[in-house]
């Protein structure tokens, strides 16, 4: 499975971005889908997830209410909504892809086989 993620840029706090992550190869309908990020000196971390048949999502605890990952199986795409973006929401964000059978995604970065390239957001205060 290829992954091109997309749509970063520079916005202002409270302000939004739409991520896009368009997956090519392996039927990747059969995937879970799940967005990361990696601030500059920081560990990647879990942002969210979507199951194969998009029945599943999760969050991390700092995005719940303010973002909203959507997938369009179609179109091989997986969205990730932000909604009033933080400072600390600076990050590069990365997709990934994870071939499971639990009919749940997971939030382990370890579990994802494959990657996209990032994308970086960058929210001013």
């Known amino acids: 499975v290829q992954l091109q993620a997309s749509g970063g840029g520079l916005v202002q706090a409270g302000g939004s971005l739409k991520l896009s992550c368009a997956a090519s190869?392996?039927?990747?309908?059969?995937?879970?889908m799940g967005w990361f990020r990696q601030a500059p000196g920081k560990e990647r971390e879990f942002v969210a997830a979507?199951?194969?048949?998009?029945?599943?999502?999760l969050y991390v605890d700092s995005v719940k209410g303010r973002f909203t990952i959507s997938r369009d199986n179609a179109k091989n795409t997986v969205y990730l909504q932000m909604n009033s973006l933080k400072p600390e929401d600076t990050a590069v964000y990365y997709c990934?892809?994870?071939?499971?059978?639990?009919?749940?995604?997971?939030?382990?970065?370890?579990?994802?086989?494959?990657w996209g390239q990032g994308t970086e957001v960058t929210v001013s205060s």
């Open positions: 979507i199951s194969n048949t998009a029945v599943s999502t």
């Open positions: 990934a892809a994870d071939w499971s059978r639990s009919p749940v995604p997971t939030t382990r970065k370890n579990e994802y086989e494959y």
């Open positions: 190869g392996r039927t990747p309908s059969n995937y879970h």
